[in-house]
Nanobody
Framework: VQLQASGGGYVQPGGSMRLSCAFS????????VGWSRQTPGKSRDLVTTITSGGSTSYAPSVRGRFTISRDIRENTLYLQMDSLKPEDTAVYYC??????????WGQGTLVTVSS
């Protein structure tokens, strides 16, 4: 399974950005997929997930600003980020966990929120 994230870059505070992640297998069959992020010196934390059934969850720090979605036909996962803050600056990774609990992360994409 390969996970390839794209869409990172620079954005001003208050701006928006959308990340994409292409999966090499049927995304609707994967138990859990989502996005995590990591800043230097800190752990990689999940910020949002979506189950195979379509249920979503969000970390409190992004709830109401970030939206996770998926295109089942294209096997692509999206992260719409609005009202971005400097503290959202991080490397973002797409993530999956299969029914056996095996976790995988894709290559990260850097998001920088700065004026």
């Amino acid at each position: 399974v390969q996970l390839q994230a794209s869409g990172g870059g620079y954005v001003q505070p208050g701006g928006s950005m959308r990340l994409s992640c292409a999966f090499s297998e049927d995304i609707s069959a994967i138990n859990l997929v989502g996005w995590s992020r990591q800043t230097p010196g800190k752990s990689r934390d999940l910020v949002t997930t979506i189950t195979s059934g379509g249920s979503t969850s969000y970390a409190p720090s992004v709830r109401g600003r970030f939206t996770i979605s998926r295109d089942i036909r294209e096997n692509t996962l999206y992260l719409q980020m609005d009202s971005l803050k400097p503290e959202d600056t991080a490397v973002y990774y797409c993530y999956q966990r299969d029914r056996y609990g095996i976790e995988k992360w894709g290559q990260g994409t850097l998001v920088t929120v700065s004026s």
